[in-house]
């Protein structure tokens, strides 16, 4: 928020990690059980693993293991708008606002550097 927006990009992991912790301490059996319970299971996904931070929290950033066909099923049930077969797994509301661009860099097709490496910089 240091910049105008649609002149820079930061991403940051703290907030998908702290949505995680926030999981994991009010939901009964933690965010890995959460996810199965809500997500896995009804998509037939059986193996997954997700590494751990040293307090055992799932890094809800990062380290969600998939096998390509289960990653698929997570594609698909976006594109039908968060419902698998006749049951609505995700909210549509929900899906439609996590794909929905909100802002990005004015120059986003020219954030490689001249060796081809994407730059690292606070405006791109």
Known sequence: MDEDPGKSYEYSNLSSFLLGAILQRVTKNG???????????????????????????????????????????????????????????VGAPYIKDATTPYSSPNDWKNIRNKDGGIRFLKSI
């Open 31 to 89: 965010l890995l059980e959460f996810a199965k319970t809500n997500l896995f299971d009804p998509l037939g996904i059986t193996d997954y693993r997700w590494e751990k931070n040293p307090q055992g929290i799932p890094k809800g950033h990062e380290g969600l293991w998939l096998k390509p066909h289960d990653m698929a099923k997570i594609g698909l049930l976006y594109l039908n708008q968060g419902r698998w077969g006749n049951q609505q797994i």
